[in-house]
């Protein structure tokens, strides 16, 4: 089993767990070269604020060679156009039914989730920021670093969860939380779908650590027990 350290930084105003997921070498795309004095990493839905999670990849000298997304929504990827332009190495990933958040046809998209989260149509495009297209669009079963995708509908017609088999984790993002799971009344969202998704991930290891996208770190197992569906 991998020990590696996870570590996070919470962001933005929704309160984001963007993760920091280190790799071992056999996770490096084949002629991916780093920076010198930085191990690579996995840098899971940076939601926003850009430069704070920058300086903590400084800190911990890694260098994002993966920027995974579980799902489209602006809390989960307002950062991307920062971390990339510093990073442009960097491999971004999504979902195919989530690639609609990203590229240069995107704004309305997010508009229509700020909204319907927020009411005001006006503000976001204020706030907006381009989003870059993705490098590397997902699907059910692939791979991508120590990662299985696990294609888990509901919050959003793309999320997915990352599970790394041998460390026994996974990135859940806004599907599962700690005694609860993501909202399922925002475009794209079906509490049907999302019920099926948990159905899946309650029948998997009761070991497996999961690292959500708001809030504490919890198990398979205990949620499960918790009988939320």
């Known amino acids: 089993m991998r020990e590696l350290t996870v570590d996070h930084i919470v962001v933005g105003f929704f309160a984001a767990n963007c993760w920091i997921y280190p790799l071992d070498d056999e996770s490096i795309p084949a002629g991916f070269t780093l920076p010198p004095g930085f191990r690579s990493c996995a840098l899971i839905d940076p939601g926003a604020e850009a430069e704070s ?6 800190t911990l000298k890694l260098f994002p ?3 995974l997304l579980t799902h489209g929504h602006f809390d989960h990827i307002g950062a991307l156009p920062g971390i990339v332009s510093a990073n442009p190495k960097a491999i971004a990933a999504i979902h195919t039914a989530d690639s ?3 590229g240069p046809d995107s704004l309305q998209a997010h508009r229509l989730s700020f909204t319907a989260v927020t009411g005001d149509s006006d503000s976001f495009d204020f706030i907006w920021e381009g989003m870059p297209p993705p490098n590397v669009t997902l699907t059910e079963g692939d791979t991508i670093g120590p990662f299985t995708i696990l294609h888990v ?3 959003t017609l793309g999320s997915i969860a990352l599970w790394d088999k041998k460390a026994k984790l996974m990135f859940s993002g806004d599907t599962l939380f700690r005694a609860n799971y993501g909202r399922t009344d925002l475009p794209g969202g079906s509490e049907s779908m999302l019920f099926e998704s948990l159905q899946r991930l309650f029948a998997m290891d009761s070991e497996i650590k999961v690292y959500p996208g708001h809030g504490p770190i919890t198990t398979i197992g205990e949620e499960a027990r ?3 569906i």
Request: proline share 6%.
């Open 53 to 58: 999670i920058l300086d903590r990849l400084n």
């Open 65 to 67: 060679v993966y920027i």
């Open 100 to 102: 609609q958040y990203l």
């Open 153 to 155: 509908p509901g919050h």
């Open 226 to 228: 918790r009988g939320m």
